[in-house]
């Protein structure tokens, strides 16, 4: 017997107020993903900006031209020299133990900063001329922090004796920040003022084009023969089952699987983009393979049909009319492979890219680092500024992950057609 609609009216109402609070606990659900993003990445931007800043002093350094040769400016004593300076600038200070707090102010890279202003203007030899150094990092932190000292002196890392020479030098406008560019143009190094991302980056960089090399048109190719002009049989079906548990095998397995192989038999180079990007193509083939067939399945059939019923070949029909409008989807699946790529870190540790690369690499086969070695590297360093630097590079790769991604949204919408 059919109900009547005031019997039914109760029903509809839980059944409305049932997915009202659906979509209310799918929308919470986004909030709190959407919540914890932001607090992860403003925790780590919080951080790492202060990597983005360095503290410069100045110095009145003496260029004595009893210590400078003019025919050697390689060979001459710059430490002393800025050592020399500092001792002008506190001359009470006599004590060894003293001194060495003193020169500690300075980053060890002052003797060479001075090495290359000289020798690019040797003018400048028998003169007392102003200039500016790094600080070290535990001064560069205590700055940079704008916090009240510690009245405990042994709560900080700064002694009140190096908190008065600081002091002798803001007096004297002699100490300013400044956007820390060699973050950007210098390689790693064992002191956190110096070290900097460009090495990881090249590696990366150089990483990353062997992959796509590789993996863009194997995968293609491969992904265009399963799904248009391989039989439909068991050996078929045993490929595309063994394709889909390669997408989900850990990626450090690819990583043993190119040290024992390229490695050990092959004797590839240790440690080089070469080998990283074999080994990241190997990860990324998987994902480009199953994204290609899904583009090539989502081109509507009556393509095939017209192409062969005017009289094209199975070949010419693929490569004609079927992979153009299958090519954004494609690319889409290779760009989305490759930003998996870039975040990589186990296979690239497993083949030696773990190494301490200071150059910046000029081929595939030197040795290098990629980013996010790097910034392993650094998270496992006991110096406090390093960690800045971490977080500094985790922003860094975590821009470069979404401009990826992005890329391949836009490259959708470009060249997507509707069918």
């Keep these: 017997m059919t109900k009547s609609f005031t019997e039914m009216t109760p029903a509809l109402k839980r059944r409305h107020a049932a997915e009202t609070r659906f979509q209310w606990l799918g929308r919470l659900a986004i909030l709190l993903a959407i919540g914890f993003l932001v607090i992860m990445v403003a925790s780590i931007a919080f951080i790492g900006v202060g990597a983005l800043r360095q503290t410069h002093v100045a110095l009145d350094v003496f260029l004595d031209p009893a210590e400078i040769d003019s025919s050697k400016l390689k060979n001459a004593d710059y430490d002393g020299l800025v050592k020399a300076s500092l001792r002008k600038k506190f001359p009470e200070i006599t004590k060894r133990r003293e001194k060495r707090k003193l020169y500690g102010l300075v980053s060890s890279d ?6 290359e202003r000289v020798r690019n ?5 028998g ?37 008065a020479w600081i002091d002798a030098f803001r007096s004297t406008g002699d100490i300013e920040t400044r956007f820390n560019s060699r973050f950007f143009t210098s390689g790693d190094s064992r002191e956190p003022e110096l070290a900097g991302i460009l090495s990881a980056l090249v590696g990366s960089a150089f990483s990353l084009v062997v992959c796509f090399a590789l993996s863009f048109p194997v995968g293609i190719l491969a992904a265009i023969y399963l799904e248009e002009f391989s039989p439909r049989n068991r050996w078929s079906d045993l490929i595309e089952v063994n394709i889909n548990n390669l997408a989900a095998v850990p990626s450090i397995v690819f990583g043993l699987l190119g040290l024992a192989v390229l490695l050990n ?52 029909a693929t490569f004609h009319h079927v992979a153009p409008l299958a090519l954004p989807g494609m690319l889409t699946g290779a760009i989305v492979g490759m930003a998996r790529a ?15 690369i200071v150059d910046v690499p000029k081929s595939v086969v030197e040795p290098a680092t990629a980013l996010p070695v790097q910034i392993f590297l650094w998270a496992d360093s006991p110096e406090r500024a390093f960690l800045e630097k971490t977080c500094a590079a985790i922003i860094v790769l975590l821009a470069f992950l979404v401009l990826m991604n992005l890329a391949a949204i836009l490259m959708r919408r470009k060249f997507e057609r509707r069918f």
């Excluded at 002052?110 to 090495?115: D, E, K, M, S, V």
């Excluded at 150094?133 to 002196?153: G, H, T």
């Excluded at 038999?265 to 480009?288: C, D, E, K, Q, Y």
């Design 110 to 115: 002052a003797g060479y900063t001075l090495r």
């Design 127 to 163: 003169q007392t001329q102003k200039f500016w150094f790094l600080m070290s990092d535990d001064v560069d932190l205590f700055i940079k922090s704008a916090a009240p000292p510690d009245a405990n002196e042994q709560g900080r890392r700064i002694s009140n004796k190096e908190l």
């Design 342 to 356: 870039l975040g990589e870190t186990a296979p690239l540790l497993m083949i030696g890219m773990v190494a301490f």
């Design 121 to 125: 203007t040797p003018d400048l030899i």
């Design 265 to 316: 038999t092959f004797g590839l180079p240790r440690s080089s983009p070469l080998v990283g990007g074999i080994v990241l193509a190997l990860m990324t083939l998987p994902t480009i393979i199953i994204a290609s067939r899904a583009a090539l399945r989502a081109v509507p059939p009556s393509i095939r049909e017209a192409a062969l019923g005017l009289g094209a070949s199975r070949i010419q």
